[in-house]
T-cell receptor
Framework: TQLLEQSPQFLSIQEGENLTVYCNSS?????LQWYRQEPGEGPVLLVT?????EVKKLKRLTFQFGDARKDSSLHITAAQPGDTGLYLC???????????FGSGTKLNVKP | DADVTQTPRNRITKTGKRIMLECSQT?????MYWYRQDPGLGLQLIYY???????NKGEISDGYSVSRQAQAKFSLSLESAIPNQTALYFC???????????????FGQGTRLTVV
């Protein structure tokens, strides 16, 4: 059983559409990270959210940390083919000992 | 040069063989991790280490062992490889997370291992 559940698992959309990816847990985290992974490469950090209710924006990407620090969302506005990849969320518990990763959302943006 | 370097990048090995995957880092981090990635399962933690004398089992440590030779080096061994260990393996490092800032994991480029 995954500690962090991501949905949807797969997403195939047309260029210009908007989308939201969800990361949910029954556990509370001190912070939550979002990573993006391209084929043949390791995951690369996009953002860290550390405060309940926090919203961070990275160009067309908007990240939100739930008030209860158990969930997060990633919203992409006007998706582009360059956004294609695997998006992973990861939670860091309060003992800061290790990261718990979600199962990932595979996004394909068609031109 | 990459901050986290894994060798080899690709490896095909036979069932029953012992194989070692190596990881070195120039980030200066104390914490190092080995993850396995299978399609649809995200990243599963195999082992992690907080310093040279500290080794901890992760979620799926059976069939694997590790060695932390130095702060910068952390190797993963498959004692007797089996086909269901075919997967993508990642090494990662991180700093010590603190309240209000969290922590970031830096990943190597991965080793694609095939056991036939």
């Amino acid at each position: 059983t995954q500690l962090l559940e991501q949905s949807p698992q797969f997403l195939s959309i047309q260029e210009g559409e908007n989308l939201t990816v969800y990361c949910n847990s029954s556990s509370v985290f001190s912070s939550l990270q979002w990573y993006r992974q391209e084929p043949g490469e390791g995951p690369v950090l996009l953002v860290t959210v550390v405060t309940g209710g926090e919203v961070k924006k990275l160009k067309r990407l908007t990240f939100q940390f739930g008030d209860a620090r158990k969930d997060s969302s990633l919203h992409i506005t006007a998706a582009q083919p360059g956004d294609t990849g695997l998006y992973l969320c990861a939670g860091l518990p309060y003992n800061f000992n290790k990261f718990y990763f979600g199962s990932g959302t595979k996004l394909n943006v068609k031109p | 040069d990459a901050d986290v370097t894994q060798t080899p990048r690709n490896r095909i090995t036979k069932t029953g063989k012992r194989i070692m995957l190596e990881c070195s880092q120039t980030k200066g981090h104390d914490r190092m991790y080995w993850y396995r990635q299978d399609p649809g399962l995200g990243l599963q933690l195999i082992y992690y280490s907080f310093d040279v004398k500290d080794i901890n089992k992760g979620e799926i440590s059976d069939g694997y062992s590790v060695s932390r030779q130095a702060q910068a080096k952390f190797s993963l061994s498959l004692e007797s490889a089996i086909p269901n260990q075919t997967a993508l393996y990642f090494c990662a490092t991180s700093d010590f997370g603190v309240q209000g800032r969290g922590a970031e994991a830096f990943f190597g480029q991965g080793t694609r291992l095939t056991v036939v």
